[in-house]
């Protein structure tokens, strides 16, 4: 009986149907998810969004902000498609050394980010926000969600969850990795918000249409590769049965009366 690893014996184990079904419902779902938060959103234009923008606008820049400008360049295309592409290279590498399905963070990062980046054109037109008054960085698309934060969320968190799902990682480790996720999402989000880049409502929208989607990631990896750490015969290694101490008396339903 062959009890190698499935995800040591190239693609077997995977659930085509399943993948492509999960991945096109749950990719309808965050959709239309994020669109009716973006027309909320919009409808808070002048309640929450102008005053906040007047606000911010009256304090000026300053040395902070300056540095901010540079620190906020991690959520914009390029940077978060390069980050990508080095973060499935890195994960590849290690799930190769580790006889694993090395070829999955080449496919799933890459994935991510073409993916999210089509949504949020989508959206962005739906919704369709005036954004007359957001200094956005020669951008084409609408204010709503905000891409960069978006985008640092989706990206990185897809990295933290191939690395923890095929890697084994500890429930305090997964906590760590998506904390660090977080942090990033938020950082990138004042980053957007001091700078006016964004109107307030978008940037929050970002936040969640971010983790709507990786959530999404989440579900299409786990419908397609169910059971990474199974064996090729089955769904979980097997498990021997203990030895016995000599003379011990067998138990169980073949056991001597």
């Known amino acids: ?3 190698t690893p499935a995800s040591q014996r190239g693609l077997a184990g995977l659930r085509w149907l399943a993948g492509l079904r999960t991945a096109a419902v749950w990719l309808a779902g965050v959709t239309v998810l994020s669109i009716l938060v973006g027309f909320v959103a919009k409808s808070l234009t ?5 005053p906040v923008f007047a606000a911010i606008d009256r304090a000026g820049t300053n040395g902070w902000t ?3 400008s540079t620190l906020t360049k991690m959520g914009n295309v390029w940077q978060t498609q390069r980050l990508a592409a080095v973060l499935a290279i890195v994960l590849a590498v290690w799930l190769w050394r580790r006889g694993q399905r090395w070829w999955m963070p080449l496919v799933v990062l890459p994935l991510t980010w073409i993916v999210s980046r089509v949504m949020q054109f989508g959206v962005a037109a739906i919704v369709d926000r005036d954004r007359d008054a957001i200094s ?17 969320i989706t990206v990185t968190g897809a990295a933290v969850f191939i690395a923890s799902y095929y890697g084994g990682w500890s429930r305090g480790r997964q906590r760590a990795g998506y904390a660090v996720v977080f942090l990033l999402g938020v950082a990138e989000a004042y980053f957007r918000g001091r700078l006016n880049q964004h109107w307030l409502t978008d940037i929050i929208g970002g936040i969640i249409v971010g983790w709507a989607f990786l959530a999404a990631v989440f579900a299409t990896v786990r419908a397609f590769d169910p059971g990474p750490h199974a064996t090729a015969d089955g769904d979980r290694p097997a498990v021997q049965d203990a030895p016995q101490p000599a003379g011990a008396t067998p138990v169980g339903p073949d056991a001597t009366r």
């Open 66 to 68: 300056d540095v901010l």
């Open 46 to 50: 002048t309640l929450v969004d102008e």
């Open 1 to 3: 009986m062959d009890r």
């Open 136 to 152: 956005l960085l020669g951008t084409n698309v609408g204010a709503f969600p905000s891409g960069g934060v978006m985008r640092i």
